[in-house]
């Protein structure tokens, strides 16, 4: 088995953890930027030490320091919205649709990488896609009210921070150290998400910040680890595969917002669990 598909699942589970974390951070009313910010902070620490520790010499700060300005700008903004848009939709609809990144992520990977997919791993990819599908569909079918409308919005925003962010990942992952991408990418998004937290610190629904800073840190804990996999996954794999693995993670989320939140499993979404495990077996062949 390739080492870029153990990196990739192991990305996949503990990236899913943090994510279902967003759900948590919903549910309890903390600050979206607040929670963003202790979080970001965390994975800044964490990284900053391992690439100390390791002593290695930069040899390409000019990539660096433009990966890094991207990944930290488009990453941080697209966990806040990722957030707002939980406050208004359930877990088991919007980690799906904010996995419509996937599809511009792989189109590029494809085009500018001239990635190149088995048959079997083909599959894998519609497989993928069908899960967005499924859900669409079912989403069409609800009226859709003015929140719901706000946090859609918030949603699409989502997507293209996050598309944004997974593709310097990869030119990151490839042409500089792996731990001082990570130390300046979160110490830039830490400002960033300070800024933001600033121009919003009182605006209503702000509130609950204990539960925003244990929360936060937990996000940091598994994000670094995840996001360590992530990248050592990018650095030898396919992009086009590693996204599409990766960016199943939403149905750990959807498990453990069904266990702990009891929100309600329809057959679409039942279905779209069972393709996307099928999309990520099929990618390992």
């Not at 903004?77 to 904010?98: D, G």
């Not at 750990?252 to 309600?264: D, N």
Request: with cysteine; aromatic share 10%; net charge positive.
């Amino acid at each position: 088995m390739a080492t870029w598909y153990l990196y990739s699942i192991a990305a996949l589970l503990l990236l899913g953890s943090q994510r279902f974390l967003y759900k948590v951070a919903a549910e309890r009313g903390c600050g979206s930027v607040l929670t963003t910010t202790i979080f970001m902070g965390t994975v800044t620490l964490l990284s900053t030490v391992t690439y100390v520790s390791k002593a290695t010499v930069i040899v390409n700060p000019g990539a660096l320091i433009l990966w890094s300005l991207i990944n930290s700008t488009t990453f941080a903004a697209a966990t806040i919205f990722n957030i707002e848009a939980l406050k208004r939709l359930p877990a088991s609809v919007t980690f799906p649709l904010t996995r419509l990144t996937m599809v511009l992520v792989i189109l590029f990977s494809l085009s500018y990488f001239g990635d190149h997919l088995r048959s079997i791993q083909w599959l894998g990819m519609l497989s993928a896609f069908a899960v967005v599908g499924v859900l669409l569909s079912e989403l069409r079918s609800r009226k859709i009210n003015a929140s719901q409308m706000t946090g859609l919005w918030f949603v699409a925003a989502n997507i293209s921070c996050a598309a944004l962010s997974s593709i310097s990942c990869k030119f990151a992952a490839i042409q500089t150290d792996k731990a001082a991408f990570m130390a300046l990418t979160y110490l830039l998004a830490t400002v960033f998400s300070l800024g933001i937290n600033l121009r919003w610190k009182k605006s209503p629904g702000a509130g609950n910040n204990k539960a925003a800073l244990t929360l936060g840190l937990t996000m940091g804990a598994l994000n670094f680890v995840g996001f360590y996999a992530l990248l050592c996954a990018m650095e030898t794999g396919p992009l086009s595969a590693v996204m599409l693995i990766t960016g199943m993670q939403f149905i750990i989320a959807i498990i453990l917002s069904v266990i702990l939140y009891r929100e309600h499993l329809s057959r679409p979404r039942i279905a779209a669990i069972v393709l996307a495990l099928i999309a990520v077996a099929l990618m390992k062949q």
